[in-house]
Every structure is written in structure tokens, then in C-alpha cells.
């Protein structure tokens, strides 16, 4: 992810000016390769395991930040955001799965969240190294664009260290080596209970020919809230402050270095308030999290709007302090995202399919991320141009819909074990429980087995 806000933010510094929206494609082309490697990763985490899927990232990534890095044509710049991009799609696949599969139910949440706190931190260093690289001139974009090595290094030393899921390697036929596995995850000798639940979904997983194609047959109401949420976590309008903040700033009047610092600030602010997440997402429970933050982004986004419109007519810069109180908006903006749409729009996919389509429908929720990213990112210069501010009342309208998807249909999913999901969760919620194939329907499985 953080390459993505290194590359947008160097557009307007050592670029020369003619390749700034080329550099700002650029920069998109990363979502593209998130969006087409996803399902090339999604295969390797189901046939090779979760952790060369993780390696694949790594290497995919080191490629990338070698050619952008070193890039001497634009040719090269593109290649290489593809190549981050493939790494964007193989981690994204990997890691939340990884985590689901591994916590215990009980801290599940939690552990999930440190996927996006994560994210948060890749994007908060990148911020601060680019506020001190754009000072050092003609090559700071390079060493910004390096930078990218370093948590690609860590996660292909990581993945070395790290046990395979003991899910996966039942999956692939290694019953000894997951019995193991699992007994050193958990510190006991004794999980003879958790192996057989973990046997007894692989065994049911195997029954399914094709799992992309049983998503929509079997387990309509677990991908629509899957592919929803995604949609959501991206149309709340986050990459517009992610990725436009230094640019909102300067247009409100900031010269270059304070639009940047604040830049730091509300990624400051969005690392923190995720670690909220990490925490009280098995206390408080998904659905709590989201609807509080809808209410909070609301505000703040209609009132960034009624600011903005206010006094950007008139003139074209700001009178003070309306633009400390519009950064103080925005840090409360990032802040209810940070603890909510964030980090869940991650957890809640990984965590309600059944093993046989997990891969499969993570993969799905990954490829709308990426496609909406990457929409978001490519429109919203020209969407901007043309509704001005208005854009933040599109974005309020956004979040008046997904917070009421959440309470209609979103069903908690708090301290319920992975595999235990459509028992416990779908067969017992109102609506969604209408839209689950019957117990004697057996038209999902293979022939042999039905
Ligand atoms: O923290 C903000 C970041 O989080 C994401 O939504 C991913 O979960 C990114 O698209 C965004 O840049």
C-alpha cells in the first residue's frame, strides 16, 4: 500500500511538470496489478500454501522497487508499480488469511486488525520519508521509491520464520505436518478438539469442484457483504485524504512543508486510531464500530464541505483558522475510519466464508478493493474539477448508504470460531438465512460426493 502514497506524493515535487499525471497513472497502475495478480495469488495460496504466497509478495515487490528506483524512462516507473502491484495482490491474498487462520477465535479480531495497523504504519513512514526526500534534490524520489524494500525485506525474512497454517497444510494432504503445526501455534500438546473441527472443514471443502463458482450458489449472502464492504471501505472517500492531502492542504493556503507535516499528522492520527480497532473490535464487536464511525465521517465530511464551499468562492485561499479547523475535520475523518471501515472492511471477509470458498471469496473482496482504488484514484481529479467541493457531499451520501447497510444487514460476527461461521452466524440471521442453499441441497458439491 504504501508505495501507492509514496509515487503520488513525489507528482508535483522532482518530476518535471509534464510527467506529474503520467507519474499520478503511475501510481494507479499498482491497483491494476493488485487487481489482476489477486487471482493468480488467490490459486497459490490454495495449491502452494499461504507462505510462498507471502514470498511471491516479497519478491514481486523487491522487483518493483529495484525498477522504479532506478527507473531511467517512464517505461520503467510503469513496470515496475505493476510489479508492486503484483506484490499488493499476492499480500493482500496471504496475509489476512494467514491471520484469520491462526488466531484463536477469541483474539482473532484483534490479531486481523494488524493487518491494516500495518498498513497504516507503511503509509504514516512513507509520508514522513517523503517530506524529508523532497528536499534533496535531483534524486529524493528515488530514494523515496526505495524505501519500499524495507517492509518487502521484512516480510520475505518473515515469511521464512513463520509456520504454514495448519489449514492449509491439511489442505494440501499434510494431516502430520498441520497436527504439528497447530499444536506448536497454540503451546499445547492437546488440540485434538481444534484439529478435528479443521479436518472436518477441509473435508467438506474438498466436496467443492469449483469455489468460484459455488460463491454465488452457496454462499450469496457471505459474498455480497464481503464485496459490499469493500466497496464501502473505498467510496467513505479515504484515498482522496490519503492520497490528496498535501494538495487539499496547499489548496486551503498551506505552503509546501506545512501541507505535508499535516499530511503526517492525520496518517499519525489513522495508525493510532486503528490500534482502537486492534483492541476493541472483540470487545465492542464489528457492527458497534462501523456504525459509530458512519455517524462520525458524516459529520466531518459534510462539514469539510460547508467550509470548503463557504470560502474557497470568494477567494482562493482560506481565511484563518477555518483551515486548521478543516484539518482538525479530517484528522476526525481518518480518525472513525482508522477504527472501523478500515480495518473491518479486511477482517469481515476473511473471516465468513467456509473453507472451501474462503480463498476464493477473500480473493473476490481483494479484486473489488483494488477495482475501487483504483476508480477512485483515476476519477477523482476530473470528478473533483467538475463538482469542486461538492465531491465531499458525494462521499457524505456514500456513507449515509454503506452506514445503513451495516445495520440492516451486516450481522455481528464477534468471538464466532472461523469455521463455525454459517451455523452460528447465517443460518440464524433474519434476511440472509432465506438466501442460504437448504441443508438436503447438495446440487454445490461434486457428483461423486453429493
Ligand atoms: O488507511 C488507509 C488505507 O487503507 C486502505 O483502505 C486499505 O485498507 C487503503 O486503500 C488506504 O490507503
Redesign the pocket.
Known sequence: ?AP??VAVNNGGGDYPAKLTKQVVFCSLIAAFGGLMFGIVASKCCQKFGRKPAMQMAAFFFLVGVALNSFAVNINMLIVGRLCLGAGVGFGNQAVPLFISEIAPAKYGGGLNVCF?LL??VG?LIANILNFFTSKIHPYGWRISLGGAAVPAIFLGLGSLLIVETPTSLIERGKEEQGLRALQKIRGVEDVHKEYQEIQHAVEMAKKVERPFKNLWRSNKPQLLCGIVLQIC??FTG??VI??YAPVLFQTMGFGGDASLISAAIAGTI?SGA?LVAVFGVDKFGRRKLLIQAACQMLITQCMTRAILSTYLKSSNAIPMPWPYIVVVLICLF?MG??WS???L??LIPSEIFPLETRSAGFCVAVFT?MLC?FIIGQFFLSTLCYMRSGIFFFFAACIVIMGSLAVLFLPETKGVPIDEMNEKVWKKHYFWKHYLPRDDDSSHVTKECA
Open positions: 500500500m501507492q502514497i491494516q498498513i497504516t503509509i471501505q473505498q479515504i484515498n490519503m492520497f489513522n486503528t481518518v475510519f482508522a471501515w478500515g480495518p472492511g479486511w478493493n482504488t
